[in-house]
């Protein structure tokens, strides 16, 4: 089956028609069209020089909050209070970070420039948002960022300068957001032993339908 060519209308193909993952090509970030991504269950992801790709993976890897495990040396870090952890004040510098900081087995940063300023603008409409650690020299040194509509957050991009930093911003993410549901996309090991599992596409979209209201 042919991956699906997006124009310049507001309108993606059905995510159960995806093709390993993959829905669609082409098409534009801004801010309608990725809110209309988000809330039927499908992400862009790609690299630098190629066109945009549009993913719903089936099955989606998701962490439900009240799954979420924390490690006894996590949590202790996480009470003993030595980093400042705050939510959504300063979401470019989060992003930047997780843009710019060098990744094990990746050449280049899937967060191109355009998405960058894509996600910079869903923060300005307050649908993109972050969760930033500081150490005790008020340097940023881990956070995260993804989108927030109703109660589900969409996380995609995670960076750390200091040990657990985004492991703690993930914690923080969970204690005082407190999601129904974190879409993590695609499994990683990382987010494997934080609580993230598989479940169905049919089961995310239920989740977005029962948990996603766009205000």
């Known amino acids: 089956m042919p991956i699906f060519q997006l124009g310049k209308d507001l309108v993606f193909p059905n995510p159960k028609l995806a093709e390993d993952g993959i829905l669609a090509i082409g098409g534009d970030l801004c801010p309608e069209r990725l809110l209309l991504a988000y809330t039927n269950g499908i992400f862009p992801w790609y690299n630098k020089g190629e066109p945009i790709i549009w993913h719903a993976p089936n099955p989606r890897f998701v962490l439900y909050p009240s799954k979420f495990k924390m490690s006894k040396s996590l949590k ?40 960058f300023k894509a996600y910079c603008q869903l923060h300005k409409l307050g649908f993109a948002k972050s969760v930033e650690v500081y150490n005790k020299d008020h340097k940023l040194v881990g956070g995260l960022y993804g989108v927030h509509i109703g109660d589900v957050f969409f996380g995609e991009s995670m960076f750390h300068l200091e040990s657990n930093t985004s492991k703690l911003a993930f914690a923080y993410l969970i204690q005082h957001v407190k999601p129904a549901i974190i879409d993590c996309q695609v499994h990683t090991e990382h987010l494997e032993s934080l609580g993230g599992e598989h479940i169905s596409l049919a089961a995310f979209q239920a989740e977005l339908d029962k948990n996603m209201k766009l205000k």
């Open 76 to 115: 202790s870090l996480y009470n003993k209070g030595k980093y400042k952890i705050t939510f959504n004040q300063d979401f470019e510098s989060v992003i930047k970070n997780c843009q710019q900081v060098d990744r094990e087995f990746q050449e280049d940063t899937w967060i191109t420039n355009d998405m």
